[in-house]
Antibody
Framework: QVQVVQSGAELKKPGSSVKVSCKAS????????FTWVRQAPGQGLEWMGG????????HTTPKFQGRVTLTADESTTSVYMELRSLTSDDTAIYYC???????????????WGQGTLVTVST | DIQMTQSPSTLSSSVGDRVTITCRAS??????LAWYQQKPGKAPKLLIY???TLESGVPSRFSGSGSGTEFTLTISRLQPDDFASYYC?????????FGQGTKLDIK
């Protein structure tokens, strides 16, 4: 059975950084890609980026380029999303999802984590 | 970037109704489209991928169709559990944008 488990809620000050972890179990870690999606309060889903551990590649949407770093650790079957220079606009639930596979035709988010609430406030 | 536009934004329907949600891409995405259902306070759930392939465990009253730039999600007979928000997402080319969502509520 596939499980995707994310780290807990975070309260951050403006200008600081946050790092959210996501651990996937069930299946071979390098057989999948991982996607990060965020959802601001009352808003829709926003694709942030994705990482393919087997290829050592990642992509982030232009809006977040320079502020987001996506990493993967095969030894712990975990992926990480670090977001820097936080503002109140970054207050959102951040979701990690494992995709159907590594190839282009499989990169739909299939198994989702429970979400991590990041609150940015003074 | 490929922009995804869903319609309608909100939809009021009754149990037993047949409903259709449309998703349009700003350029061709072949069949690389997925649909998700999201309930309040919960993570999204994959319903359909590759435009028309039903994810395992998803009821057969859900179906998807389309290719190129126009796609539809149809729920054949609404059940109480189906009142939720629905999103489309393209995975043809980065960034893998979502549509803005459709909220389906009870009439």
């Amino acid at each position: 059975q596939v499980q995707v488990v994310q780290s807990g809620a975070e309260l951050k000050k403006p200008g600081s950084s946050v790092k959210v972890s996501c651990k996937a179990s069930g299946g071979t870690f390098t057989s999948y890609a991982f996607t990060w999606v965020r959802q601001a309060p009352g808003q829709g889903l926003e694709w942030m980026g994705g990482i393919i551990p087997a290829f050592g590649t990642s992509h982030t949407t232009p809006k977040f380029q320079g502020r987001v770093t996506l990493t993967a650790d095969e030894s712990t079957t975990s992926v990480y999303m670090e977001l820097r220079s936080l503002t109140s606009d970054d207050t959102a639930i951040y979701y990690c999802a494992r995709t159907g596979g590594v190839w282009e035709s499989q990169r739909y988010p299939q198994h989702w984590g429970q979400g991590t609430l990041v609150t940015v406030s003074t | 970037d490929i922009q995804m536009t869903q319609s309608p934004s909100t939809l009021s329907s009754s149990v037993g109704d047949r409903v259709t949600i449309t998703c349009r891409a700003s350029q061709s995405i072949d069949s690389w489209l997925a649909w998700y259902q999201q309930k309040p306070g919960k993570a999204p759930k994959l319903l359909i991928y590759k435009a028309s392939t039903l994810e395992s465990g998803v009821p057969s009253r859900f179906s998807g169709s389309g290719s190129g730039t126009e796609f539809t999600l149809t729920i054949s007979r609404l059940q109480p559990d189906d009142f939720a928000s629905y999103y489309c997402q393209q995975y043809h080319s980065y960034p893998y944008n979502f549509g803005q969502g459709t909220k389906l509520d009870i009439k």
